[in-house]
């Protein structure tokens, strides 16, 4: 079974940090470039970063760059999202997919796999 699974949300204070996983399934990430997501309430689904399967660069939206991490293991299929310095506009369901684009606007070709999503929950 073919498969994107995220896993690590959950409530936090302002100021906190959380790490996501996103565990594939089913076929190699090796191949795909990775990227996280989030949709908050009332919100578009926004891309937050971008990571590339070839050259490690991993780009990031202005609204996380320099509190998110995103980090691959491909020996495990397995790409991360260490967040800290959380704020309650980070509250959103997160969610990780293949096909990314590096400039972080949202494909309109499509995304070859998703995850169900991980609920991040900041309070003030």
């Known amino acids: 079974q073919v498969l994107l699974v995220e896993s690590g949300g959950g409530l936090v204070q302002a100021g906190g940090s959380l790490r996501l996983s996103c565990v594939a399934s089913?076929?190699?990430?090796?191949?795909?470039?990775v990227g996280w997501f989030r949709q908050a309430p009332g919100k578009e689904r926004e891309a937050i970063s971008c990571?590339?399967?070839?050259?490690?660069?991993?780009y990031y939206s202005d609204s996380v760059k320099g509190r998110f991490t995103a980090s691959r293991d491909n020996a495990n299929n397995t790409v991360y999202l260490q967040m800290n310095s959380l704020k309650p506009e980070d509250t959103a369901v997160y969610y990780c997919?293949?096909?990314?684009?590096?400039?972080?606007?949202?494909?309109?070709?499509?995304?070859?796999?998703w995850g169900q999503g991980t609920q991040v929950t900041v309070s003030s």
């Open positions: 997919a293949t096909d990314c684009l590096y400039s972080l606007t949202m494909s309109t070709g499509g995304y070859t796999y």
């Open positions: 089913g076929f190699s990430l090796d191949y795909y470039p």
């Open positions: 990571s590339s399967f070839s050259d490690g660069s991993t």
